[in-house]
């Protein structure tokens, strides 16, 4: 068993996590053990890019808005707003009692510094991306401009302005995401990159940090400054990440989790006569990809993805391996998504197998492959059972093409980090479940100059030009039918293959009352309750 290195406050938030994390009922009954899908990569909202962190930060800070626990936008430090009549200027007015977790104010400087952070290009956010909308947040990102020509302002302590470039329909989303968190200014002008210690970090959320122990647990605390703290009913909630679905099952089983926000897709039906309606599904705007690395040969030539992307048979994936818990995916935007028409689906979706079959090794063959050389595959994912049990079945259904695949796993920090990072592959995992419910959430990743997710370094500058249009275009109807057209290069070009569409599965105890499936997938710790 490897050793942790143990890291605690040394005040009352420490205490607490001990007592809650110590023996007994009691015990048990004030900590709620969230099951999550992976130790973070980091606690720093600006430098955040995965869904584990994202329900961390979810309790850790209140952006300008967040998400109820049906999946609703709700004021968070922000009681109102309103909007100018040409659509680009938005004006917040902060709540008086909105406190961060040492007591200081939370003011609209905050939210000014914090916006500011993660546009210079010191911060290396490989998300700020996400918030390219807010007038010059491209320049500022990229050096050609200062942080102070940002398109946000505090007019004073409690008024916050936003400028965007342009209308956004989905700007209000956006700000709830952690991207758009704020964080302590003399914190992290104190403590640097240090400022997401326990000890260090000061949040504004219904939490705050307690402890963290890699690879087991991190540990938020009620924040008793939070300005809903007396409707805060859990004192504490330890995040444990689980990455081997099987093993947290049995966790679950054993009392030891109160919590799993995912499940192993071949074990549903089982778990379902096991656990009833503890077993939650529901829908969910996610994408289950696998992406193509362009920067080599032979996954640079389009005959080769092609042909890998026929033989895959989605629905026996979806509905076989994942339970029913995901659905076939032949485009790369979810259906259900706002401001969208219906996205170009993938063609060959009504082909027999044997025809796909066919016109795969022919493409193959095309490039060069074929019996005497067969095309060699490595395949890169993070671990969990449904990801191992997918990478399996995809590796079988190449074979019947002659495709030779070898496998590279590792956990989902690492691996999402040598993707981000520019590292070397074949062919990836990826996944992406929506910050907000528009096209352009979806088809952005693959921009070129998305550098942060578009990891195969795809580029295409008729592509790149409709996204450009997209963004400038007021007409929602219009500018639905761009991202069509944008969406329909992708699919001839296949960069990404889409593979599965997301749904949400849980299990969640009879102990924890508030959670609702949502199209968000959130369930802020605040609005639940843990019975004895």
């Keep these: 068993m490897p050793l942790h290195r143990r890291h605690c406050l040394t005040g009352g938030g420490a205490l607490l996590a001990g007592a809650v994390l110590g023996q007994g009922a009691a015990a048990a009954t ?30 850790l800070f209140d952006g300008l808005l967040t998400y109820d626990n049906y999946g609703a936008i709700v004021p968070g430090a922000a009681t109102r707003w309103s909007v100018s009549p040409d659509g680009l200027t938005y004006t917040f007015i902060l709540r008086e009692d909105g406190r961060w977790s040492n007591g200081d104010a939370v003011t609209a400087g ?17 998300y700020a991306e996400v918030l390219a909308p807010i007038r010059n947040a491209g320049a500022v990102n990229d050096g050609s401009a200062p942080p102070e020509a940002l398109g946000v302002g505090a007019p004073d302590e409690r008024t916050l302005v936003v400028t965007l470039e342009r209308p956004t329909p989905y700007v209000l989303e956006l700000l709830t995401h952690q991207t758009a968190l704020p ?12 400022f997401t210690k326990p000890g260090n970090l000061v949040s504004n959320g219904a939490y705050r940090l307690s402890e963290v122990v890699p690879n087991d647990r991190i540990t938020l605390v009620r924040n008793p400054h939070h300005h809903a703290a007396a ?47 503890q077993v939650v599904l529901g829908p969910a705007l996610g994408l289950y990809a696998l992406a193509f690395n362009g920067r080599k040969a032979p ?14 048979d989605r629905e026996f994936l979806s509905e076989v391996v994942w339970g029913r818990t995901m659905a ?6 979810p259906p259900g998504l706002d401001n969208a028409r219906p996205p170009p ?12 079959e066919d016109e795969a090794r022919a493409l193959l063959a095309g490039a060069g492959f074929g019996p005497e050389r067969p095309l060699r595959v490595e395949y890169r994912f993070n671990t969990t059972d449904n990801n191992r049990n997918t990478a399996i079945a995809i590796a079988d259904m190449w074979r019947t093409i002659g495709v030779e695949t070898r496998f590279v796993y590792t956990d989902a920090k690492t691996h999402f980090a040598h993707l981000r990072d520019g590292g070397d592959f074949d062919v990836a995992r990826m996944s992406w479940i929506a910050d907000y419910s528009d096209p352009q959430n979806f088809l952005f990743l693959l921009q070129a100059d998305n550098l942060g997710f578009n ?22 109807a219009r500018r639905a039918e761009i991202l069509v057209r944008a969406e329909a290069i992708l699919l001839d070009d296949l960069p990404w293959i889409p593979v599965m569409h997301t749904r949400a599965k849980a299990l969640v105890s009879p102990r924890l009352s508030g959670h609702h499936p949502n199209l968000r997938n959130v369930a802020p710790t605040r609005f639940l309750t843990l019975k004895a």
């Excluded at 302590?184 to 240090?194: D, E, I, K, Q």
């Excluded at 076939?328 to 935007?333: I, K, Q, R, T």
């Design 299 to 312: 996954f640079d030539d389009v005959r080769v993805r092609r042909a890998l992307s026929l033989v895959i």
């Design 110 to 126: 905050d939210f000014v510094f914090a916006l500011r952070r993660i546009m210079a290009p010191a911060t290396a956010a490989k």
């Design 183 to 194: 964080v302590h200014p003399p914190s992290v002008l104190r403590f640097g990159n240090a």
């Design 345 to 356: 689906q993938l063609p060959g979706r009504d082909a027999l197998p044997i025809d796909r």
């Design 455 to 476: 990891c195969g370094r795809y580029a295409n500058p008729a592509f790149d030009d409709l996204m450009r249009q997209a963004a400038a275009e007021r007409d929602l």
């Design 30 to 59: 004030a900590l709620y053990r969230r099951g999550n899908d992976a130790d973070p990569e980091t606690l720093d909202p600006h430098r955040s890019s995965t869904v584990a962190e994202a329900h961390i930060l979810r309790d």
């Design 231 to 277: 409707t805060v009913a859990i004192p504490a909630v330890a995040f444990v990440p689980t990455p081997d679905l099987a093993s947290a099952v049995r966790r679950y089983a054993a009392g030891e989790i109160d919590s799993l926000a995912d499940l192993p897709g071949d074990q549903i039906a089982s778990l379902e006569r096991r656990f009833g309606n």
């Design 328 to 333: 076939p995916a032949y485009s790369l935007c």
